[in-house]
């Protein structure tokens, strides 16, 4: 370890921060104005810590972070003895609800919340080889009104009544 | 074969564990070539490892026709078969003892033993198979690269490998193709506070031949138990100190 320490100090530090300035320097001098006012105008989405509730008034934040809040509910789902239920995938399908009529479709179907972005955006993922991507029906992870619900905002407050009566009973971990 | 021996087996492990992984962490991110980077994930804060959750099996209670555990095993984690034995999933299968000597049969279920000596856990290159702080042993299937060195090492039989597509997956227990899979004594009702399917199974035939309880609380009926019957170790001489015993057979 010590040794890869002092090549990282010695050798590449300082060859990736002239590597960095020269790049910065050559986006500054050759970026055209126009296009460093429209990077202003829209200023970068904050990564950030994600808490429960919190992605339904900003959806930029999530589309920015959900890979964060996966990996971290992944590595705790596995691996925690405590295990906290948070961030289940089961939760995410429950509430992102594609019907075709009366059922939900699964990732099969390329009009699945999933797939509506991961398809424009050309990124195939691997969750729903091993994972349910229909809504959940056990009464333990998620309350049935959430998955009967039939807007997004009425799953979102019933869902919000469930974390509430879970954490009231102590059970919410 | 004492339940201290236990808890001591246990300790010594999780701390083992624990200080390897602390040198991982210490490790952070590791800069193998330029440009690529080994990032270790970080360990979680709330393992106190005071628990050790275990099955004490009745071979006196379990019959030969009733296969209530294995069915709601089946159903309870979506192991579904396509009438191909050879590779169809089992975490728990039903075996017929004979004693040479007395011609004493015997029958019992038997799963992943949730060794703490775990061998799967020890070959794994990945570090997919795993022990909980609490004794249990999984695979995180999102590190498993089928290798299938656990299905070769466990001396029980007890890891199994989809070997085909999961049509649709238990939402409790997710499971796909080309990943190694066995027993996790229902993590997610344990979770939760309920208990395996298998036991509740079993308790609602009426047999009553699996136990389920915390090994490490000697104030616990499954603890008293194992002391009160000398529950024995499958395959004792291995030493894999699991923590599924069976009462009634000679081991
Ligand atoms: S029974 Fe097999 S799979 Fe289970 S912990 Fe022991 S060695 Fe691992
Ligand atoms: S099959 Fe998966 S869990 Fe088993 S030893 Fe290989 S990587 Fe580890």
């Known amino acids: 370890m010590q040794q890869y320490n002092t090549i990282l100090r010695r050798r590449l530090l300082p060859a990736l921060l002239l590597g960095a300035l020269l790049t910065a320097a050559g986006v500054f001098f050759a970026a055209p104005p126009h296009q460093a006012a429209a990077a202003e105008a829209a200023p970068p989405v904050p990564k950030q810590k994600l808490v429960r509730g919190h992605w339904s008034e900003n959806p930029e934040i999530m589309r920015k972070n959900h890979k964060e809040l996966l990996l971290e509910g992944m590595t705790n789902a596995a691996r925690a003895t405590n295990r906290k239920d948070d961030n289940t995938i089961e939760r995410c399908v429950t509430c992102h609800i594609v019907r075709d009529g009366e059922k939900p479709v699964s990732a099969a179907d390329p009009r699945h919340f999933c797939n509506q972005c991961h398809a424009k955006a050309g990124v195939s993922i691997d969750c729903f080889t091993c994972h349910a991507s229909l809504p959940t029906t056990d009464p333990a992870v998620m309350s049935p009104e959430v998955r009967n619900a039939d807007t997004v905002k009425e799953r979102l407050q019933q869902w919000q009544k469930y974390t509430q009566e879970q954490a009231a009973k102590g059970t919410g971990k | ?251």
């Open chain 2, 1 to 251: 074969m004492s339940i201290t021996g236990n808890k001591k087996t246990a300790c010594a492990e999780s701390s083992c564990m624990q200080s390897r992984r602390r040198f991982l962490l210490g490790a952070g991110a590791i800069l193998l070539a330029p440009g690529v980077l080994l990032t270790v994930r970080p360990a979680l804060a709330d393992e106190t490892g005071r628990q050790r959750w275990g099955l004490l099996i009745d071979t006196r209670r379990c019959v030969g026709d009733c296969s209530a555990c294995v069915t709601a095993c089946s159903t309870t984690h979506g192991l579904v078969s396509n009438g191909r034995p050879a590779t169809d999933p089992q975490w728990i299968r039903k075996v017929q003892v004979t004693d040479p000597g007395t011609g004493h049969v015997a029958h019992m279920p038997i799963m992943c033993q949730h060794c703490g000596n775990a061998q799967c856990v020890e070959v794994c290159p990945t570090g997919a198979s795993l022990k909980r702080a609490d004794g249990i042993v999984l695979v995180d299937k999102h590190l498993c690269i089928g290798c299938r060195y656990c299905v070769m090492a466990c001396p029980f039989k007890a890891r199994g490998f989809a070997h085909e597509e999961v049509e649709n997956p238990s939402p409790v227990s997710p499971r796909g193709k080309g990943s190694a899979e066995g027993c996790t004594m229902c993590v997610h009702r344990i979770n939760k506070g309920q208990l395996p399917a298998c036991v509740e199974a079993c308790a609602r035939s009426g047999h009553e031949a699996i136990l389920f309880g915390d090994l490490n609380d000697p104030t616990s009926l499954i603890a008293k138990r194992v002391v009160a019957f000398g529950a024995a170790a499958l395959r004792a001489d291995l030493r894999t100190d699991p923590s599924v015993r069976y009462v009634g057979v000679n081991l």
